[in-house]
DNA sequence: CGTCTTTGACCTGCGC
DNA sequence: GCGCAGGTCAAAGACG
C-alpha cells in the first residue's frame, strides 16, 4: 500500500476547511452528509424552533433544509456540506497548502449542496456505495462466514441519512447521550489516525457512526452518523461523562445563552434551517459567518426570528453584518 | 457474567 | 482480472 499525500484523504467528507482559522474559529462543525428519500415527518419532527443533537439524531433533522441553509454560506469555514451520492473526489490539498482555498471550497460546496438538494429524492446510490454489497451478499446465497444479513434478495437497501460533524476533541468518542460498541477499526488511508466505527447497541437500531481524527488537525474529530435513532436516548449513561461532552444541550426550552460546557446545536425553524454549534472546548466559540447572517437578514426573518437568531449570534456579529 | 474493545480475516466495489 | 481501500464480522480478551 503506497501512501500517497497528496491523494484524497476523505472521499466522504470531502472537506476539511475548518480550519486553521485558528482564532475565532469554531470548533464543531457539520457536514449533511446525504439524504434519502426517507420520509421524513417534519411537521411532527420539527415543532420546536430548537433542537437537541440528540433530537436530530432521531430524525428531527432536515437535511434538505440544513444543506440548503450550508449553502448560505459558502465561505463559512464552519459548516459544510457534502453528498454522498456525488461522490466525485475532492481535491483536499486544497485546503492543506494551497492559497485558493476558499474558493475551491466555495465551488465544491456549493456544487454539492445543489445536487445534494436536487437529489434529495433521487436516492443517490451510485458512487462507491458499500450498501449494495450486502445486497450483493445475500444474491450470491453464498453463505460466507459472514455477510449473511437479513437482507432481501433484490431489495436494494436504502441509504441511511448520514451526517457528520467536526469537533474540536481530544478525546475520539464524543458522548452523545446514546450507547454504541464499536464494531471496527481501520486503518484510513493517508492519515495516520484509524477510523472507529460504532453501532448503536439499542436493539432494532441501526444507527452506525464512524469517528476519525483529522490528520490535517489532529484536534478535530470528525463523527459520522449514518441512519437516525429510533428510540430515546437511554437515560444511563455510561458516565462517560468525564468527556464533558453532552450533546443533549439544557436550553431547548429557554435558548439564551448557550452553556459553554456542552456542544450543541441550534435548529432554527424556517424554510431555512439555521444550524449552529459550538463545542465544549476551552475556545468555546460561536461561529456564524456574515454571510449567513446577512443572507437570513435579507430574508427578512420574522423580528422573533431574528431574536433567536441574536440568541446565538454574539452582538458583535450582528452589529457587523448589519453595517454590511 | 455481561458488556465492550481489540484485531485479523473476510467481503465488496471501484479504479487501473 | 487484479489490487486496493472501505466496511463488517466475530472470536478472543479485558474490564467492572
Known sequence: MSVEPKELYYQDLVLDNNNQQGTGSGSTTMYEKHFSSSPYDHSQAFDPSYLSFTECLQGGLDYNSLATSFGLSPSSSEVFSSVDGNQKPVDTTTNDNNGGTSETLNATLN?????????????????????????????????????????????????????AFMTKSEVDHLEDGYRWRKYGQKAVKNSPYPRS?????????????????????????????????????????????????????????????????????????????????????????????????????????????????????????LNNTHHN
Open 111 to 163: 456544487s454539492s449542496i445543489s445536487s445534494s438538494s436536487s437529489e434529495a429524492g433521487a436516492e443517490e446510490d451510485s458512487g462507491k456505495s458499500k450498501k449494495d454489497r450486502q445486497v450483493k451478499t445475500e444474491e450470491g446465497g453464498e453463505s460466507s462466514k459472514k455477510g449473511n444479513k437479513d437482507k432481501k434478495k433484490g431489495e436494494k437497501k436504502q441509504k441511511e441519512p448520514r451526517f
Open 197 to 317: 466505527y460504532y453501532r448503536c447497541t439499542t436493539q432494532k437500531c441501526t444507527v452506525k457512526k464512524r469517528v476519525e481524527r483529522s490528520y490535517q488537525d489532529p484536534t478535530t474529530v470528525i463523527t459520522t452518523y449514518e441512519g437516525q435513532h429510533n428510540h430515546p436516548v437511554p437515560t444511563s449513561l455510561r458516565g462517560n461523562a468525564a468527556a464533558g461532552i453532552m450533546f443533549t444541550p439544557p436550553l431547548l426550552t429557554t435558548p439564551t445563552h448557550p452553556p459553554q460546557d456542552h456542544l450543541f446545536l441550534h435548529m432554527h425553524h424556517n424554510h431555512h434551517n439555521l444550524f449552529t454549534t459550538t463545542h465544549h472546548s476551552s475556545n468555546t466559540n460561536i461561529n456564524i459567518n456574515n454571510s449567513l447572517l446577512h443572507y437570513h437578514q435579507q430574508q427578512q426573518l420574522p423580528p422573533d426570528q431574528y431574536g433567536l437568531l441574536q440568541d446565538i449570534v454574539p452582538s458583535m456579529f
